[in-house]
């Protein structure tokens, strides 16, 4: 992989463009695996933040038929 990098040096190393093309090499893309059937509601902040609401004191997970507001 270090070697494909290589050619990558003119890239920022923390941007997208930088992973999509890293992955491309190997034949990847970073939308492999997105699927029509699920809703992607945010980064995974906003997925700890949704977590953090519904996870009770002693870890358990609050049914979803529960009003949480």
């Not at 997208?16 to 695996?33: F, V």
């Not at 029509?36 to 609401?53: N, P, R, T």
Request: proline letters at 3%; glycine letters at 10%.
């Amino acid at each position: 992989m270090a070697r494909k990098r290589k050619k990558l040096g003119h890239l920022d190393y923390e941007s997208k463009l930088y992973w999509e093309r890293l992955l491309t090499l190997d034949g990847l893309s970073m939308e492999r695996g997105r699927s029509d059937h699920l809703s992607y509601v945010g980064d995974g902040g906003d997925l700890e933040d949704i977590q953090a609401v519904r996870e009770t004191p002693n870890g358990r997970i609050t049914p979803d038929d529960i009003d949480l507001t």
